[in-house]
């Protein structure tokens, strides 16, 4: 499998899209959800009944940047359960692209019960004055509303992400809160110092991955934002 920077780098873009960016993590060892970018149609009804069950369908072009927001909601569709379904997300995302002549493909993802976990945003980036720093916070909508976040310098290890993690208002949702089971925290951890590393090693200006979906069983990155240093 390629290298998704040398990839973004060779087109001459400093953003990948979610699916290189997930591609970057998952080589990496954080877990994602199954996925497979499309460019029909019938390729997204295909790759729908090879994940099985729900799918998330998403536009994904370097051109989109909010996908929730694009073409009045036409960028992400969630919860289809049948080919009818992937195809008419996939046809409303093909036909918005050419309403604003760019090229996009579709990301196909089997969905996630976020309800069986909390979100949280991990990200990276580097800082004019301390370099490569990572972060975790609460994430998904509760992001900019809270505001809860650590930060540390990277690289760090395990343990200091862990740490991290711990001084989080936050902190008690994943301790497990009025009988809910305690999040896997070494998972999350490792996937805080994975992206530490990420930005340390390939020359990342932002990396964000929000959310994460911390489970009892582990840590899945739903959704990623990565932009290389020009």
């Known amino acids: 499998m390629?290298?998704?920077?040398?990839?973004?780098?060779?087109?001459?873009?400093t953003r990948l899209t979610e699916a290189e960016g997930k591609r970057l993590l998952a080589d990496a060892g954080v877990d994602t959800p199954e996925f497979a970018v499309c460019g029909?149609?019938?390729?997204?009804?295909?790759?729908a009944g090879a994940i099985g069950g729900p799918v998330v369908v998403k536009v994904s072009s370097p051109a989109v940047v909010h996908k929730s927001e694009w073409g009045g909601g036409a960028g992400v569709a969630v919860g289809l359960d049948s080919p009818g379904a992937v195809a008419d997300a996939t046809e409303r995302i093909f036909a918005t692209a050419a309403q604003q002549d760019i090229d996009v493909d579709v990301l196909v993802e089997a969905a996630q019960d976020v309800d069986a976990g909390t979100e949280v945003i991990v990200g990276g980036l580097r800082d004019p004055s301390f370099g490569p720093v990572v972060l975790a916070g609460l994430g998904g909508v509760f992001t900019e509303v809270f505001e809860d976040t650590s930060h540390r310098i990277a690289p760090v290890d395990v343990a200091e992400a862990r740490g991290a993690i711990e001084e989080l208002q936050a902190a008690r949702l994943l301790q497990g809160y009025r009988g809910s089971d305690?999040?896997?925290?070494d998972a999350l951890a490792r996937v805080v110092a994975t992206v530490g590393d990420l930005v340390?090693?390939?020359e990342i200006g932002e990396l964000d991955v929000n959310p994460v979906l911390a489970t009892p069983d582990g840590a899945t990155?739903?959704?990623?934002?990565v932009v290389l240093e020009e």
């Open 2 to 13: 390629s290298d998704p920077v040398a990839a973004a780098r060779a087109d001459g873009r």
């Open 182 to 185: 305690p999040v896997d925290v």
């Open 221 to 225: 990155a739903l959704d990623a934002l």
């Open 200 to 202: 340390v090693e390939h």
């Open 40 to 47: 029909s149609v019938d390729a997204a009804i295909e790759a």
